[in-house]
């Protein structure tokens, strides 16, 4: 088909489903219900005809803020079919956040919990956007019930769902005709430098990089079983754990509790996934957790039905991923993606891992390490194993940024992307993350990337997590450690402790790298991603807030 053809995405992973047959399979595994493709594909008409019944037009903006659970699917494939566009919120962000993605998106309709709903109230009312909402459940409740709470100017998706069967029967529509070029999700950027920004993606752009690399690359089957550490808002999750899922005719299954090892551990034993999500500083925690459940003498944790994991978002250090695979077996595919991009476009794969890599290019897509100050894609590459800016070109590319039209000229030239991700590549094709380029410390007129002093901390049996910033003594920069202490950490003294971390990376790396402060805290902060949030270390240092360290 022609990428100028008529496309829509919800045809793409939900209802071609049905002409393949499938409409008796399990779609969705939610604590004890089954939902079959035909149950989510009836609710998704229905939901899609109350959107359009409403007023909801083509492109509008329909933001989603849902934790894990069938509701998620339903609304997210209507938005799709209706001729909107999805964006996706983290339900349980700070009001002030949520506030400024309803008025930065200019929503439509919003799709969200009843705490959500309330707290927003004066906002949705000021914008004009519709509401429906969705009861706030823990796993395996019924997400079409109604609560107590007081519900103006929207409707519950009970209620909805119940509309939207009315307009069918009466003969309303209940799709609208999409081109493979119309816009049809945003995806956010973490917002490490300021305010989320949304990156714009067509139909198009999801469907090439399904077919490379959830198809392609890793191998999605329709015998497949998902379960994801990130949330479903998140785009890295929504792939990997609704649309890649869904293009094959697999099974994802959904808890809409916080991802801890014991909530992970309980749906990786209910559900026996084939594929986990995850990210590194879970599959540290599962260690830790599956070492306390041997120390009290139960069963150990169970991981034999996952065929692989997936790794991204950050760094997965190579004694981390030895001691993950030597304990719970099975394989993990590290790789690095983005919201600009949609999705992963150099990643490990079945039969080809480079521990400590982030693999090579996923079919489609074009790499290439450029010099930091490189202005466009055309600059000549930096030597092979020197480190540079990573550019990528693929058919995934966003159109840009909305609202950001000077961030947009600077990082999307074309077809190509510019990530600000620096990388060397060595001679064999296989990619090593170095860090962020806006991230870097100049300490002694030489650049320290954060990354590498972190991976070597991590190596170190005392260390559970590592995040390093820069801090500012006598005018000149200083790293500083924040450090996690595993089990084995909490057993020595802080300033013990201290001295022999820094002693571990001068023995390790060149000696300008090692921090010259280590303060020790209980857990890092993290931004709704699950990326550890630099940003907001610098914030406490700055207010006094972190300990003074050693």
Not at 223 to 232: C, G, K, N
């Amino acid at each position: 088909m022609a990428m100028k053809d008529e496309q829509n995405l919800a045809d793409y992973y939900l209802f071609d489903r049905l002409a393949e047959g499938l409409g008796d399979k399990a779609a969705i595994l939610f604590g004890e219900e089954r939902h079959s493709y035909g149950d989510v594909a009836e609710k998704t008409r229905r939901l899609a005809a109350h959107l359009m019944g409403n007023g909801l037009c083509a492109e509008q903006r329909v933001l989603i803020a849902l934790t894990d659970s069938p509701a998620f699917a339903y609304a997210f494939f209507a938005t799709l079919r209706a001729g909107g566009v999805v964006a996706m919120a983290n339900p349980a962000a700070p009001e002030a956040d949520l506030d400024y993605l309803v008025r930065y998106t200019r929503a439509a309709c919003v799709i969200t919990t009843p705490r959500v709903a309330m707290a927003l109230a004066a906002t949705l009312s000021e914008v004009g956007s519709r509401l429906v909402v969705v009861r706030d459940v823990a796993t395996g409740e019924d997400v079409l019930g109604r609560d107590s709470a007081a519900i103006e100017g929207g409707s519950w998706l009970v209620d909805a769902l119940e509309d939207g069967a009315h307009r069918i029967e009466r003969g309303e529509a209940e799709r609208r005709a999409t081109m493979a070029d119309d816009p049809a999700i945003w995806l956010f950027t973490s917002g490490s430098t300021g305010q989320s920004k949304a990156a714009m993606h067509a139909h198009r752009d999801f469907v090439f990089n399904t077919e490379g690399y959830a198809l392609g690359t890793v191998g999605y089957r329709q015998s497949d079983v998902t379960v994801s550490v990130p949330r479903l808002f998140f785009g890295y999750a929504t792939g990997t754990n609704l649309m890649f899922p869904f293009r094959v005719g697999a099974t994802t299954g959904l808890f809409t509790e916080r991802p801890t090892p014991e909530t992970l551990a309980w749906a990786i034993e209910h559900y026996r996934p084939t594929i986990v999500t995850n990210v590194p500083t879970m599959m540290g925690k599962l260690l830790e957790d599956d070492d306390a459940r041997r120390a009290k003498g139960k069963p150990a944790l169970d991981l034999a039905s996952v065929r692989f994991h997936l790794s991204a978002g950050e760094a997965l250090p190579p004694v981390l991923l030895e001691r993950f695979l030597a304990r719970f077996g099975g394989e993990v595919f590290d790789g690095i993606g983005s919201a600009e991009m949609f999705h992963i476009y150099c990643s490990n794969r079945p039969g080809d891992v480079m521990p400590g890599s982030l693999g090579r290019v996923v079919e489609g897509y074009e790499l290439r390490v450029l010099p930091v100050d490189a202005e466009g894609p055309g600059a000549a590459p930096v030597a092979v194993g020197a480190s540079g800016v990573m550019w990528v070109k693929g058919d995934s590319v966003a159109f840009g940024y909305w609202q950001a039209r000077e961030k947009s000229w600077s990082t999307f030239f074309g077809h190509w992307c510019m990530t600000g991700d620096l990388f060397r590549a060595d001679e064999n094709g296989y990619y090593w993350f170095e860090g962020r380029a806006d991230e870097l410390l100049k300490v002694g007129g030489v650049w320290v990337a954060p990354l590498e002093v972190e991976a070597c901390l991590l190596g170190h049996e005392a260390v559970s997590a590592a995040a390093i910033i820069g801090v500012e003594q006598d005018g000149l920069t200083k790293p500083k450690a924040f450090i996690v202490r595993s089990d084995a950490g909490r057993m020595q003294g802080e300033g013990e402790l201290a001295t022999e971390l820094k002693e571990w990376v001068k023995a390790r790396l060149t000696k300008h790298k090692y921090p010259r402060i280590v303060a020790f805290i209980d857990e890092l902060p993290k931004n709704d991603r699950g990326k550890v949030d630099r940003k907001e270390l610098r914030r406490r240092e700055l207010s006094g807030e972190n300990p003074v360290g050693r």
